[in-house]
């Protein structure tokens, strides 16, 4: 409003910010401001929010949470002068050293403090995988000290002789308990993110109870059908729709595996360019063993639900017809992930097998029961190999993949989810930590009917899984261990081979 008071708030944090790039030597990008005043009853408290970013490589890039158990933890500190403000050198210096100890692996985490200190840090640093930590150094634990670090030392890693000359001071160490023990008080983990997470629960809350029945079961039987032509470097089709954003990843990922990949941009502008795009993809299945459907938003995810834009043109006749000729003359396979999951189960091509018209009651995939997008790391578990897709995979695999969908809650009548599972046809499944099915949102975030991540066709030769395989490789998820990617690209190629 017009209170002075109010506007020196944002004003002088900017004029704090401006020292810092001075004293750092570090430049500033941009800026917007449609958020900094009041309309009518509305008001927007005083706020600048900034960010920073840069470019590195990655073997060098630290993330925050806790390694592993028996490390030492520190505290490079940042002292302040009389009027509050930081020693800029004295924070060059020390990030240059954990700049330096990172890259010869004598640090696995670090962390800046925060307005909550040391301790709201390793807090924060525990909950990342539940690494439990104990301070036995509580003094000013609980003050703000903006700019200090706290690190994990890696294994036999001297503190003294990695941070020579720079104020450094061991505080603790982590622990194999999820515990976080302060002035002798154990606190457990999962208690202290339920208090952390509960003041916005009820505006973003972290999931919604689903209960009923879960049903699953291993099908060991797997597929001996082969196509009739072996391919040595088989042809995949990928076809980008508007909205699309994961051809880019799918592309690599059966690249990596010795595909030869082709992808089209679907144009939808005019009559004659949504006419050429049909010819044009109508050539391309046909020269092509593998049809992949990527991940994105395709025309939004409107009108009324993600993939229907995609499933509407597939049913082009010319289309329809391409992609049976590639399921029923040539054993060619298709692929679906998140929204071209989403496209498959509007076709029928899951579970059915074929393009049909869908029933009030047919399988579907519907808004996450959370009721907004969900991306995170989950765990799947490999329930049936019955498919070439998983041919290199064994019965109960657990594999990590990534996940980024606001629809991917799967839905059926019970008597169909019976004869899918009968026939072999559940896929895969969202599992907790044990390789449990679950409806906990933590493992099953969409809360999914029997915890359903991907189900097969009858023959299994068409899958649908809304987990993001293809977003794996060296570098990623260096915060969540686990097995990615579960070599589904790898085994599609290999099938024709």
């Not at 609980?142 to 030392?153: A, K, N, Q, R, Y």
């Not at 603790?172 to 916005?200: C, H, N, S």
């Not at 990527?294 to 993939?307: K, T, V, Y």
């Not at 043109?313 to 999951?341: H, K, S, T, Y």
Request: contains cysteine; aromatic residues 6%; glycine residues 10%.
């Amino acid at each position: 409003r017009t209170q002075s008071e109010r506007w020196g708030k944002p004003v002088s944090a900017l004029l704090g910010a401006f020292v810092a790039q001075q004293r750092l030597n570090v430049a500033s990008i941009g800026g917007k401001d449609s958020m900094s005043g009041s309309f009518e009853q509305l008001d927007v408290p005083p706020t600048l929010v900034s960010f920073a970013v840069c470019t590195e490589k990655v073997q060098h890039v630290l993330s925050a949470e806790l390694k592993g158990a028996d490390h030492a933890i520190v505290v490079l500190a940042l002292p302040r002068d009389g009027d509050d403000m930081p020693d800029f050198t004295r924070f060059r210096q020390n990030c240059a050293a954990l700049y330096a100890a990172a890259g010869a692996g004598r640090v696995l985490s670090a962390h800046t403090v925060g307005l909550g200190g040391v301790a709201a840090a390793v807090a924060k640093m525990t909950l990342g995988n539940f690494v439990g930590a104990e301070l036995t150094q509580t003094d000013g634990m609980l003050s703000p000290d903006i700019g200090s670090l706290v690190v994990e030392l890696a294994d036999g890693a001297d503190a003294a002789q990695i941070f020579a000359g720079l104020p450094v001071r061991h505080v603790g160490r982590t622990v194999g308990q999820p515990v976080l023990t302060f002035d002798g008080q154990p606190l457990g983990l999962a208690e202290l993110r339920r208090i952390w997470e509960e003041p916005l629960r009820k505006v973003f809350p972290t999931g919604v109870p689903v209960s009923g029945a879960l049903r699953s079961a291993l099908y060991t039987q797997r597929s001996t059908a082969r196509p009739a032509v072996r391919v040595a470097r088989p042809r995949v089709f990928i076809p980008v729709f508007p909205g699309t954003n994961c051809e880019y990843d799918s592309a690599r990922a059966f690249e990596a595996a010795g595909a030869q990949v082709d992808t089209l941009v679907v144009k939808n502008l005019t009559p004659d360019a949504v006419a050429q795009s049909i010819a044009a993809m109508e050539k391309a299945i046909d020269a092509s063993q593998i049809v992949m459907l990527p991940g994105g938003f395709s025309a939004g995810d409107e009108p009324e639900g993600s993939g229907k834009f995609i499933a509407t043109v597939l049913r082009a006749p010319r289309v329809a017809a391409a992609i049976q000729r590639l399921l029923d003359q040539r054993d060619g396979l298709m692929l679906g992930i998140c929204n071209g999951f989403q496209a498959l189960i509007k076709l029928g091509l899951v579970p059915y097998g074929h393009i049909c018209d869908m029933r009030s009651d047919s399988p579907t995939l519907t808004f996450n029961a959370i009721g907004r997008h969900q991306s995170r790391i989950v765990h799947t578990k490999v329930m049936s190999v019955k498919s070439p897709w998983f041919a290199l995979s064994q019965p109960g695999d657990t594999v990590q993949v990534a996940i980024s969908h606001g629809e991917g809650r799967f839905t059926c009548t019970q008597d169909e989810y019976d004869a899918l599972l009968r026939n072999g046809q559940i896929a895969t499944q969202y599992v907790d930590g044990d390789g449990r099915p679950t409806f906990d949102a933590d493992y099953n975030p969409n809360g999914s009917m029997h915890a359903v991540e991907g189900i097969l066709s009858p023959d299994g030769r068409v899958l649908g899984k809304m987990g993001h395989n293809e977003r794996s490789g060296e570098g990623l998820y260096r915060n969540v261990p686990g097995n990615y990617g579960g070599q589904i690209f790898a085994a599609g190629v290999e099938y024709f081979k």
